[in-house]
């Protein structure tokens, strides 16, 4: 008995040590690579660390390129995204989940529709509502265009986490004489919190990763955000391979310290009233 | 009905966040009509931005009521962005672009005639050969171009020493001859770029097919099918028969001039930044015209030209710093490759030893690249039909008469 | 975040408690409130899709005639369903065993584990596909390196330009991002499975494989369907890694319709891009719809 458990625990060690090695492999070659000066990076055989380890790459990135200001750019380009889109999508989504009402079926599947669209058919649509509003080449026109990819989804993981809270909670709160907003703001936001937090937070890593509408949205560097700053190390002619990784990992190391801080909720939050036990 | 502080509290929040970004749409969009009637904008890539930096001011200098805003672009995103920009009405007023896009914006009439600029200052018979026809369409001129270039052979004369070849090859049997003898180890005669753009790889059949016997007419290739199957044979049978790097399918430019530059691949056609690069890298390098069947090849010349987008609203400032960069001294000064005037090719960074080849490529052995809309719409199935080869799925007679059929459906449509 | 017994709109609005909210919603009220979602979904997603149809309406039929008449277009389709299908079943297959492993009991540190295998879902798709594609490479891969090393393969394996295994290696790419999410999904729902429960299987003598057939799967049915829906629309919007890993070659062996319709886009082809728009569109609808229905059925079974 015991030794069966034992072995069962030993199963379980080894399948979470294959899953680390098979999630983090890639990592660790873009980690390392970003440290090895140029020479080292067409070395044949390959290996993994490098023989010298340098700074150069980081140095390149930070002192030597437009990244410093176009990561400053993705962190407003990405809050301005998650800001409005809770902002559309809470309303939106309370809507759906509280309210019976005629166009709630096609509105939903309308909303939803929006995810299946390629991006490269809006694309030019969108460039132009952007001119329209003098937006191009600011953060604001970049956010605006990443809203038509988080409000789809987002909307529709909202409306799961309302329509998950029992609605006598909120009754219970008008019945003491509240409106409905006080209901909203003293019950349903805060229940939904976490929820929100992941989603606002997936509205983030969206921005964060969104490459066409931002390259096409930007021309000067004052708006360019970081996934386009990244094209810049493939020059004309050449790559470079060692800044291009250090840049890399300059992009996903913010991501993943957020993500770390708010998986909790994120864990909670992003399947929220969509799945039950 | 009265507010609890929380729900007031969220209210305002919520409140001063939309008026917050309603107000700055509106400012931006109201500020926009303030725009400048004399300020040019010119999209510039970002190899040239430095230089260019330094024209400008001279340009405003010279035309103290012209203000000059460059803006960067980079390789990866001036094609979307170029053609975004004209479709949507709202552009800049200057354009560098590659040449072989141009005739696609033109055939939308996206762009301006600059036929008026050239004369006195700008003579047309001072560019390369067949270069201004290239960019003309019914009479009129769409782009004056300011780089130009082609591939030459460069190859790596340690390796060559030591498998006993004493001259680079310059016919086609010599250069299959050589690279089978170079082929050992870990050493490959040659190699394609067969990932990434498909006009890598069709550019180099194509310098191939117009060694023999085939043209372009019009900027549309008129080939032959015996012409496209030696093309094939040097490029796909090579990979199946193990002479060019089985690895191709994963090289583009630059993975092959890595190879080159560690002394894996010997020998591969490539522009001269490649040449540029391994002098820089300390790498044995050498430089040779084109093979062809039985002499030197043919290779296509490709480049940047500016233009001016038909949308833009302040054309004649435009002409003015277009017909300015246009200026052999500041050609020169911007070209990274050669210049598109031959009065601008004196200056010594054009006449190294390593040059030597390529300014003879370009002078006697080159023709314009085809820039038909209709020829660059097919370049994915040209290149998929020399993959099938170079994968041993087809012959090379088999791939030439589909990619006849191909170029024939192509110019009838 | 689970409830057994949550009230949907359907149910509140049948059942007595809800004259409350009756007398205060006015009836412009859930319009208002949706009207700024809709409004920007309109703008930006309806307009495009209408003005793409009425392009291949107006221009009858010739940019679907093309692209149906495109030489390869019978191994895209074919393609697009193998790289869908494939990337979706090993994204579930993954996504479900790291959540399996991660919910047990005998792991330790498990917020670390879970922050730790999530990062292949949040790296930007541009830097997972490059490195990659570098992983990958014949001539300087590592994986190439070390299986030569470990003497598995006797020399490299052409991952990304052997046509027969190419499709496979990317998909391989997308189940490497994609499968964070199922974990992440189905790890939610696991932790919700009262302890009592299981802990009354074990004492009825139920085994690991009981316990999974009988409690975990019916449990996470619904969330197994919203997990494919999405991971199909998004392997079938995708673009990115076979752009940069393999630009769809050798010889058009990993296309799929996203590369067809770039290339399209590249070459100004607005006809032709409008054509795979379309088609892709109508695939989309129908996996579209699948969702809304396991939406429903999801809310209706919560009653």
Redesign the interface.
Known sequence: MKSARLLRGGVIWALLAMLLVWSLAPVAVMLFTSFKPGSDIYQVPVRLLPDTWTLENYRTVFTGSNMPTALWNSIVVGLLVSAATLIFCFSAGYALARFRFRAARPLALFILLGQVVPLTVVLLPLYQFVNAMNLLDTTIGVAFAHLAITVPLVTWMVRNQVAAIPIDLEEAAMIDGGSRFDAVTYVTLPICAPGLAAAGMFAFLQSWHEFLFASVMTSSTSARTAPVSLTEFAGEFSVDWGATMAASVVLTLPIVVLFVALQRYFVAGLTGGAVKG | MAMKPRTALFAGVVGAAVIGIGATIVVNASGGAADDQNTVTWWVPDWDYQEAVKIVETFEADNPDIKVELVQTTGDTVANRTAVALDSGNTPDVITESIARIRGYADKDQLADLSTLYGQDLPEDDFAPGLIDALTVDGATYAVPYRWATNALIYNPALFQAAGIDEPPATWAEFEEDAKKLTQGNVVGTAWPMQGDASDLTLRFLDFALSDGATIENGLPKLTEKSSAGAINLIGDAINEGWASKSSFELDNTGIRELFLQGRVAMYPAGVFDVDAALEAGAPIATAALPGPDGPGTAQGVGWAYIVPQASQKKDAAQKLVSFLGQPENMAALTLTFPARVSASDDPKFTTPERAAYAEQLAEHSVPAPNDPRWTAVLQQVHDEIQKVALGDKSAAAAATSIQEIADKTASN | ??????????S??AHP?AP??RR??G?G???A??L???L??A???????V??VIRVITDGGTGLQRLFD???IGQVMLNTLIWTVGSVAGALF?GY??AL??S?K??RLV?L????????W???????A??????L??????LN?TLLDLGVIGE?V?W??N?DIVLISVALIQI?VTA?FVM??V???L????EERLEAARIDGAGGPQILRHIILP?IR??TA?CSLTLA?WA??SF?IIFVT??G????SSTIL?IL?????????QA???A??VV??LI??V???F??RT?RT??E??T
Not at chain 3, 1 to 10: K, L, R, S
Not at chain 3, 137 to 142: H, R
Not at chain 3, 261 to 269: H, I, V
């Open positions: 975040m689970i409830q057994t017994d949550q009230p949907t709109p359907a509140a609005v408690p409350s909210r205060r919603g009836s009220q859930p319009v409130l949706i700024p979602a809709a920007l979904t703008v930006l997603m309806l307009i495009p899709i003005t793409t495109l030489p390869n993954i065993l790291g492993v991660l047990s005998r792991l917020g584990w879970r922050a730790l295998v999530m990062i292949p949040i790296i930007p798709g541009v830097v997972a490059t490195v990659w594609r570098w992983a490479s014949t001539d300087y891969g590592l390196q490299p052409r990304l330009s046509p490497w964070p992440l999904m790890s939610a729902v932790s919700g499975i009262p449990a619904t969330t919203i629309i079938l919007n990115t393999t630009s070659g050798p010889a058009g996203p319709l770039y290339q399209a886009f590249q070459n100004g082809d032709l891009v409008s795979v728009a892709q569109l989309g609808s996996f579209a719809v969702f809304a939406m999801d809310i079974e919560q």
